[in-house]
């Protein structure tokens, strides 16, 4: 599939990068790009959740009262949990939450992704470039001049580039990233991916 590259003036060079049908043309795999999600909203969850069980609770263990005669139910500890102050039943422990994906199912994922967004016209070239200094209203204006100013998008460089990646943090809906950290999540969550000239041959690279 051929697609036009533009420079950061939003017009057209008179080049055309060629993306591969493997990697932007294949037949996207749901359940693939379902797991990858998956994978990825799991991991962000931090799993430091912990309450005190009975175990846990700082107390006498002494029988509080006797076993009978008092017209109530038996009770053995203070850390009981159904007093107040006693432990919790079945709480939350610390835990990690991430979950494992083979390499194919990763890989047929983000394949999936991508065709996907270059089926629905989602997917923009653009020449590489970069900034003297870190300046967020000169990357503003790079996105003002694709027409991405209220639209979710993402920049997709060859390597990390500091001042870029300064320039755009502090914009809504507008992220810097290495082709080789691109992920499920990111490209789906993006109205526009922006791909340099560079981070299309360094897709095809690691796809290879």
Do not use: C, W
């Amino acid at each position: 599939m051929k697609v036009d590259v533009i420079n950061i003036e939003g017009k057209s060079t008179g080049r055309q990068v060629d993306l591969p049908d493997n990697i932007f043309g294949i037949e996207p795999n749901e359940h693939a790009v379902y797991l990858a999600v998956k994978s990825y909203n799991a991991a962000q969850r931090q799993g430091t959740h912990a309450a005190k069980e009975r175990a846990d609770i700082a107390g006498s263990t002494r029988k509080i009262k006797k076993q009978k005669g008092t017209g109530t139910a038996r009770a053995g500890s203070i850390k009981n949990p159904l007093f107040r102050g006693g432990g919790r039943v079945f709480g939350p422990r610390p835990r990690n939450y991430r979950l494992k994906l083979n390499k194919k199912v990763k890989s047929l994922a983000k394949a999936s992704a991508l065709s996907y967004k270059a089926s629905q016209g989602g997917i923009v070239v653009v020449e590489d470039f970069t900034f003297d200094a870190p300046q967020t209203s000169k990357y503003v204006n790079v996105l003002s001049n694709m027409e991405l100013s209220n639209a979710k998008s993402i920049l997709v460089l060859n390597d990390y580039d500091k001042n870029l990646y300064l320039s755009s943090r502090n914009v809504s809906n507008s992220g810097v990233v290495n082709a080789k950290d691109l992920n499920v999540y990111e490209i789906l969550n993006a109205n526009k991916l922006l791909l340099s000239e560079s981070a299309v041959e360094k897709l095809v690279e690691t796809f290879a």
